[in-house]
């Protein structure tokens, strides 16, 4: 465990106790699994709404698709945090692109640019479409399942012969194609996208990094264009809504910071049992109701 680590744990045991004592425990758990999914091949968009539904909590805030781009702010922002070398390495490397200039960071600017047009033009095309008829807990958990399958096959057949510096352009395309597959609650951007890279050769620390990497684009998107929402927030939702988020970057953090150290020797095929143990849950849960 890093010093990094070990500090934001601490502020995130304080969080938790004011949250406690403000009464916005909810929120506050909310934020923490955003904070963890997002990064986790486990579907961050399936567990902030299987959550509140399990817990039959009554907040229509924290049922709000405002309140999950709310959490998306945190997590972009542990995003930018994490990897801010790595992000302003890129900054500085754009006019270079622009002047013709081949090398690993434009290559890279290239990738990620390339990676999120599918995930872009799905977006735009099929978002309400998706957030109306894809969001039921029993449609979830089958999808929870079928892609914990796909990933358990990925990181075994997946080789580990390839960096980020290998990546292509080619590969980029279907790396992006599966991260607009992730559009569907219970698919996952980092376990699609992983995957993805796996498939294609890249060892599980380089198809992690890229994996983040590339979601920057398109989740700044979708926070930029939810954006009028969060500023209609009031009242003590403004308090909810900002445990929330900041759990969620600080947690964010965490993960991240866990995940690329361990990624070498646990793999991916853990998270699939995990998908496939909480697929289990929803449907008993689902059958057990009515």
């Known amino acids: 465990m890093t010093t990094l680590t070990r500090v934001l744990s601490i502020c995130i045991m ?16 909310m934020g923490a699994l955003q904070g963890i999914t997002e990064f986790l091949p486990i579907s961050s968009s399936a567990h902030l709404i299987l959550l509140p539904w399990l817990f039959a909590w009554d907040n229509e805030l924290l049922h709000s698709l405002t309140f999950d781009v709310g959490l998306h702010v945190g997590t972009i922002a542990a995003v930018l945090f994490y990897f801010r070398d790595d992000l302003l390495g890129l900054i500085k490397a754009t006019p270079q692109l622009l002047r013709g200039v081949r090398n690993q960071q434009t290559q890279l600017i290239v990738a990620i640019v390339v990676g999120t047009l599918p995930a872009a033009v799905v977006g735009v095309l099929f978002e309400s479409a998706i957030e109306e008829y894809l969001r039921s807990p029993i449609q ?76 920057t684009p398109i989740t700044l998107a979708a926070v930029a264009l939810k954006a009028d929402e969060l500023l209609l927030i009031q009242g003590s939702d403004v308090v909810t809504m900002l445990i929330g988020v900041v759990a969620a970057a600080l947690v964010g953090v965490v993960v991240i910071d866990l995940l690329l150290s361990w990624i070498r020797r646990i793999g991916l095929g853990w998270f699939a049992y995990y998908r496939w143990l909480v697929a289990i849950v929803v449907v008993l849960v689902w059958y057990l109701r009515g």
């Open 14 to 29: 304080l969080l938790a106790v004011i949250s406690v004592a403000l009464g916005e425990w909810a929120a506050f758990m």
């Open 140 to 215: 979830i958990a089958v999808v929870l399942a079928i892609m914990g399958i796909v990933i358990a096959y990925a990181d075994r057949v997946g080789q580990t012969q390839r960096e980020l510096t290998n990546l292509t352009w080619r590969d980029a395309i279907w790396i992006g194609l599966a991260q607009a597959c992730a559009l569907i609650p219970g698919v996952s951007r980092s376990g699609a996208t992983m995957s993805a890279a796996r498939v294609l050769g890249f060892d599980r620390n380089a198809a992690a990094r890229f994996a983040f990497l590339l979601s």
